[in-house]
């Protein structure tokens, strides 16, 4: 009932930022938490970033200080600001949508980040 479409990937050089947006459609719960993942091929998926819907935020000890996470919480949406990339950081980044009511979690199809000169 909800889904979720990311978008802002792309190729960009180390150094660079990129902006990823992630938009809830359909059935949107009001109170959820909502988060990046991200996983290269042959590798787990892992949390990149979290955010409350009273907007508290949790950061993966490798992207501290250059990723930043928001949310327009009305519309559900959810952002990811990358700076200072670095070719460690290319992969495919997912969203996801805790529905704390529906105690369901929903993920998009994700976008792929690459990091390379």
């Known amino acids: 009932q909800v889904q979720l479409v990311e978008s802002g990937g792309g190729l960009v050089q180390p150094g660079g930022s990129l902006r990823l947006s992630c938009a809830a459609s359909?059935?949107?719960?009001?109170?959820?938490?909502m988060a990046w993942y991200r996983q290269d091929p042959g590798k787990e998926r892992e949390l990149v970033a979290s955010?409350?819907?009273?907007?508290?935020?949790n950061y993966a000890e490798s992207v501290k200080g250059r990723f930043t996470i928001s949310r327009a919480i009305a519309r559900n949406i959810v952002y990811l600001q990358m700076n200072s990339l670095k070719s460690e950081d290319t992969a495919v980044y997912y969203c996801?949508?805790?529905?704390?009511?529906?105690?369901?979690?929903?993920w998009g199809q994700g976008t792929q980040v690459t990091v390379s000169s």
């Open positions: 996801k949508l805790y529905d704390f009511a529906r105690q369901t979690t929903y």
């Open positions: 359909g059935s949107t719960p009001s109170i959820n938490d």
């Open positions: 955010i409350t819907t009273s907007g508290g935020t």
